[in-house]
């Protein structure tokens, strides 16, 4: 089991950052590809950023590239979503996740992933 605790989400205005983290706990962070997804209120959970377990790989939504940037600190079990040029359209509910990927389409795909965690609310207003 891996335990996945996400924090940093919260109201900004459009155009502002926000840094989300999440927290991992239980077996070795390292053996795991992290994604971040998000989901509006009336729409499917998206896929937003992953991150491969050595952090030589990372992916991105075409929304969100070039604003966002998904890391890692492997040692801290520890895997974050820097947020820029925030936009009204950011807002959702943020959530990590955690998987054993093998393919680089799967990265995208949540059921790729095994773990979840409980979210963090992130809202832009414009």
């Known amino acids: 089991q891996v335990q996945l605790v996400e924090s940093g989400g919260g109201l900004v205005q459009a155009g502002g950052s926000l840094r989300l983290s999440c927290a991992a706990s239980?077996?070795?962070?390292?053996?795991?590809?992290m994604g971040w997804f998000r989901q509006a209120p009336g729409k499917e959970r998206e896929f937003v950023a992953a991150?491969?377990?050595?952090?030589?790989?990372?992916y991105y939504a075409d929304s969100v590239r070039g604003r966002f940037t998904i890391s890692r600190d492997n040692a801290k079990n520890m895997v974050y979503l820097q947020m820029n040029s925030l936009k009204s359209e950011d807002t959702a509910v943020y959530y990590c996740?955690?998987?054993?990927?093998?393919?680089?389409?799967?990265?995208?795909?949540?059921?790729?992933?095994?773990?979840w965690g409980q979210g963090t609310q992130v809202t832009v207003s414009s």
């Open positions: 991150i491969s377990r050595s952090a030589t790989s990372t």
């Open positions: 996740a955690a998987g054993t990927i093998e393919y680089r389409s799967s990265y995208y795909r949540a059921y790729a992933y095994d773990y």
């Open positions: 239980g077996r070795t962070f390292s053996n795991y590809a």
